[in-house]
């Protein structure tokens, strides 16, 4: 958050609601030479800055003063939020990029101020403008009470950003092993594929996120092919990750398929250690 200030008066009101220092604040409003709505260069006013900083009585003095409720950025701050609600302010007030204050909450993890939200009338399925959910945003960040709290709510575990990309497949690239957990008893399709044909196994698998592929695993043993015809244990070769390497193996991961390519897992890879597992594996003319 930028604290440019156009003039000398906003400027002191702008370090007012940063510091909380409600004195010198009513002092400034009171003089009627600043707006409580005053902004700078990039939009921001004084109190989304008292709200942000967690200032209550800084945010209640603004308010009292006229500044515009709806024109707010969400922070973590519950008895905040529950303040400017008490004032009128709208669950349904959207950023340029579509955000809410549900959707910034849920994404900073923020479960108090989600549970307020969804008491005044959020929509828990609101989309940023690529598609990205609430429980999306959830999922990616691993905030695991949230999820829960939007899941309980109603919240739609499978629905995708526009490139395809799910809450569980976001959540199994970030190497969240218990919020693929969640969404996995909840309901989540374990094997849908991105536009890239990727699935969230294959990505867990690329990035080493061994956790991840255990609670994959005990959702269903099936290690499957992609679109692409690489498999699980491809992307892991790919990806340097021995010990998922292994950990596929255990899973009865065939070592001699190849991808469309007619590339076998052990071409995949310049590591010593992992030719070394998978040489001895490799079988009818394919070593």
Known sequence: MSFKKETPLANAVFWAARKGNLALLQLLLNSGRVDADCRDSYGTTALMVASYSGHYECVKELIMQGADINYQREQGYHDVVKLLFEFGASTEFQTKDGGTALTVASQYGHSKVVDILLKNGANLNEQLNDGATPLFLAAQGGHVTVIRQLMSSGAKVNQA?????????????????????????????????????????????????????????????????????????????????????????????????????NELPADLTKSDRILKVLRPKLVNGHS
């Open 161 to 261: 950003r526009e490139d395809g990309t799910a809450p569980l497949w976001m959540a199994a690239q970030m190497g969240h092993s218990e919020v693929v957990k969640v969404l996995l008893l909840r309901g989540a399709d374990r094997d849908a594929d991105r536009q890239d044909g990727s699935t969230a196994l294959f990505k867990a698998a690329l990035k080493g996120h061994n956790g991840v592929i255990e609670e994959l695993l005990k959702f269903s043993p099936s290690l499957g092919l992609l679109k692409n015809g690489y498999t699980p244990l491809h992307a892991a070769v790919l990806g340097g990750n021995l010990q998922t390497v292994l950990l596929l193996l255990g899973a009865n991961a065939d070592p001699t398929l190849p991808n469309k390519n």
